[in-house]
């Protein structure tokens, strides 16, 4: 069986989208190829994200911040927007059968003392950790019912 591809966009590829590819990576890598990129991408990947992943045991940081158009030319099976501007900004994909739109604040914005954006970060994480868990859950399931 083929893994359909995934990819998670936001608009700098920074953080988001990273931990969301991190987590649903960690959670499903077996039943996906997940990928992520942005539509104005920064350039690299927010040094606080690698943290707070690494925290929860998951290795981001040989991610690399990627812009969408290189994804143009590749089967895309589903594509989840993790921020607004992405969201309206998202190209169609060829072939692309599904299109999710959770939208997540963006913690690189966090302001405060470095521990209380950190936590901002852990909370975004931990966020984004229980929708794309529940992603996972929820298509092996039904990958289990259907083999039933």
Not at 99 to 106: E, S
Request: net charge neutral; glycine share 8%; charged share 20%.
């Amino acid at each position: 069986m083929n893994k359909p591809n995934i990819l998670i966009l936001c608009t700098g590829n920074s953080c988001r989208s990273h931990l969301a590819e991190g987590i649903l990576r960690h959670a499903a890598g077996d039943l996906f190829n997940v990928h992520s990129a942005g539509s104005n991408p920064a350039g690299y990947v927010h040094p606080k994200g690698v943290q707070v992943m690494r925290e929860i045991g998951i290795d981001i940081s040989k991610h690399s911040s990627k812009h969408m158009n290189e994804f143009l030319n590749q089967k895309i099976d589903t594509v989840i927007t993790v921020c607004g501007n992405t969201d309206q900004a998202c190209p169609m994909f060829p072939g692309q059968v599904n299109r999710y739109h959770w939208g997540f604040t963006d913690p690189a914005k966090a302001e405060g003392t470095e521990e209380q954006v950190l936590q901002v970060f852990r909370d975004i994480r931990d966020q984004i950790r229980l929708v794309f868990e529940a992603y996972a859950a929820g298509y092996r399931n039904a990958l289990t019912d259907t083999i039933k």
